[in-house]
């Protein structure tokens, strides 16, 4: 086999195996939403009650802060070869993995869990941590990563026969009884099952008992080596070269002998659980807003909704977001402006038909404006509400509407007609939306609530610290970008009420949401403006809008005939 790693490394590296460290996890991301991943893992350690004291980010070390509620704390270590990344890649991918240390208490023998009473251990970790949407799987390291596969080896070998927590790992996983393989994790990059077998086998020195079983074993070992990935997780130095027709891809040498970025060695305790049957076309009722089941269940990550909470999605729609927040065990209630959407198409395809496709409770719907919730609502009762969890209107797919009239004389509603009265509406400008959603954000949380929400922006020209909307009562804990062209994506902002709130001080609250008033609200109120205009720049535009402008009359003209021939009638 080609020599893979350089036998030698640098002196910091060499010093990591001889130090007793704590107890190591290795969380794999999935290649996707990148700019998620932290957050969302941060949110449910914080919920489950563990802080995270210090983060190694790209950039720096810097202190995050502890808060007084974490039973325990824990830390984010910088991963091998840190360094070597920045300076070589110059793209900003992240790194798909992340190392976390717990103190030794967090894994107990099944003795001591019995004398000491205490239940934390590591599957329980394992078990909170593969909540996480994007987490891939969670492994419990055997020793410090290397940079090479040597150093990998040697870490490993000095944690189980050194350390008395590697012994004590080591004697809980040596049963004969048990059965065990060791799986080669390459990242992409292509080996044989010679050049696999060459690698395992630098790892006999485990002497487990036992058998092998390949299937469903008792326990599975990883042996996984590092290399630099795209942000779509495909090789940046890729092994083998295009394949050409008709002969075998050829190995790239100059990739091959690149060493890797870094290799672990460790004992699997939790995979990440598919969402496959939560896919929204699956689904019986949707709209053209809806959001999609993966990042439903990472916003309601990013809110901590778990068993019992009560969950608010002021702007409900077909309900994708408060599904996502059901089947974390939550209470939801949804409300919305548009009555035709609340109500569904029939009775087999609305928001309760999509509960009950999943077994859950039906939610508690109620037809209101956001925009006049203190109207609607008794403002004077106690805040009521754990998350609030919404994708608001922004005007792209389907534009906001609040009550009121368009006509400046409005005909008074006569008592005969209000009992089944539906208000007028007319257009909600987004600052207006954000500004409202804050207000009552801040008034119906618990201390502590946490209000997560979608906010298209462009990836450049937009400054969070400034162009976000900001209340005196909420604190953000969490901004999150998601690209979908190179000028134009979407954030997901977390934030947390901190302080309460006083009624009284409504309109002030209002008047200071924009920090620099319309010029802030303008980066997102006029975000489709900005978006036709680019788009009327661009060649053959006239050409594709009459086609799309044709293409909606040919499908509205198919409707209409449908509907007269399901009635029996002649089309018209």
């Not at 039973?71 to 190392?99: D, G, Q």
């Not at 934390?120 to 969670?138: E, G, Q, Y």
């Not at 060459?198 to 070992?221: I, N, S």
């Amino acid at each position: 086999m080609h020599r893979m790693e350089s036998s030698t490394s640098s002196s910091t590296q060499s010093q990591n195996y001889e130090n007793d460290w704590g107890y190591l996890l290795l969380v794999e991301f999935a290649h996707k939403h990148l700019d998620f991943q932290l957050p969302e893992l941060i949110s449910i350690l914080d919920m489950n009650g563990i802080g995270v004291d210090t983060i190694s980010t790209k950039d720096d070390t810097k202190s995050l802060p502890q808060h007084q509620q974490h039973k325990t704390s824990c830390r984010i270590l910088p991963l091998p070869n840190e360094e070597r990344y920045k300076s070589e890649i110059k793209a900003a991918h992240r790194r798909a993995f992340v190392i976390l240390e717990f103190s030794t208490q967090w894994y107990n023998t099944t003795q001591q869990r019995q004398e000491t009473g205490i239940s934390n251990d590591s599957r329980n970790i394992a078990t909170l941590l593969s909540r996480c949407v994007l987490v891939k799987r969670v492994i419990e390291l055997w020793g410090y990563p290397g940079a090479t596969m040597d150093d990998a080896v040697q870490s490993t070998r000095h944690w189980i026969q050194s350390t008395p927590l590697g012994k004590r790992i080591y004697a809980d996983n040596s049963n004969p009884l048990h059965t065990w393989k060791v799986t080669i994790h390459t990242l992409g990059s292509k080996y044989t099952r010679e050049e696999q077998d060459v690698m395992r086998k630098t790892f006999a020195f485990l002497d487990l008992p036992g058998k092998v079983q390949m299937t469903d074993p008792t326990h599975e070992f990883l042996l996984i080596r590092e290399i630099e990935m795209d942000s779509l997780g495909s090789p940046l130095y890729p092994r083998y070269g295009h394949l050409q027709k008709g002969n075998k891809p050829q190995i790239v040498l100059e990739h091959d002998q690149r060493p890797p970025l870094a290799c672990y060695f460790g004992r699997i305790l939790a995979i990440k659980t598919k969402l496959n049957e939560y896919d929204l076309k699956k689904r019986s009722y949707l709209g053209p807003t809806s959001m999609d089941a993966e990042l439903s269940f990472v916003m309601s990550n990013f809110g901590q909704v778990q068993q019992s909470s009560v969950v608010l999605d002021p702007f409900v729609g077909t309900g994708s977001i408060l599904v996502s927040c059901a089947l974390r065990g939550a209470y939801c209630v949804g409300t919305d402006i548009d009555w035709r959407v609340l109500r569904g198409r029939n009775n087999s395809e609305n928001i309760y038909s999509n509960f009950k496709q999943y077994g859950l409770p039906r939610p508690d719907l109620i037809r209101s404006d956001n925009a006049i919730y203190h109207r609607h609502f008794a403002c004077h009762a106690e805040p009521w509400v754990d998350a609030i969890v919404t994708d608001p209107p922004y005007g792209i797919r389907a534009g906001a509407k609040k009550s009121g009239s368009r006509l400046q004389e409005i005909r008074p509603v006569l008592d005969e007609h209000r009992h089944d009265h539906i208000a007028q509406t007319k257009p909600y400008n987004v600052a207006d939306v954000m500004a409202d959603l804050l207000d009552v954000a801040a008034r119906v949380l618990v201390m502590d609530g946490r209000l997560v929400y979608v906010i298209p922006s462009y990836a450049t020209d937009f400054d969070p610290a400034i162009d976000l909307p900001k209340h005196n009562c909420l604190e953000i804990i969490h901004i999150s970008y998601q690209p979908f062209t190179m000028e134009l994506g979407r954030r997901i902002v977390t934030m947390k009420k901190t302080q309460f709130y006083d009624s009284s001080r409504r309109q002030e609250y209002l008047s200071k949401v924009w920090i620099n008033g319309a010029a802030s609200a303008e980066k997102c109120a006029n975000i489709r403006d900005k978006i036709m205009e680019a788009a009327k720049l661009k060649p053959g535009y006239e050409k594709k809008a009459r086609y799309r402008k044709q293409k909606r009359l040919e499908t509205k003209q198919a409707k209409k005939r449908a509907k007269f021939e399901g009635k029996g009638s002649s089309t018209p």
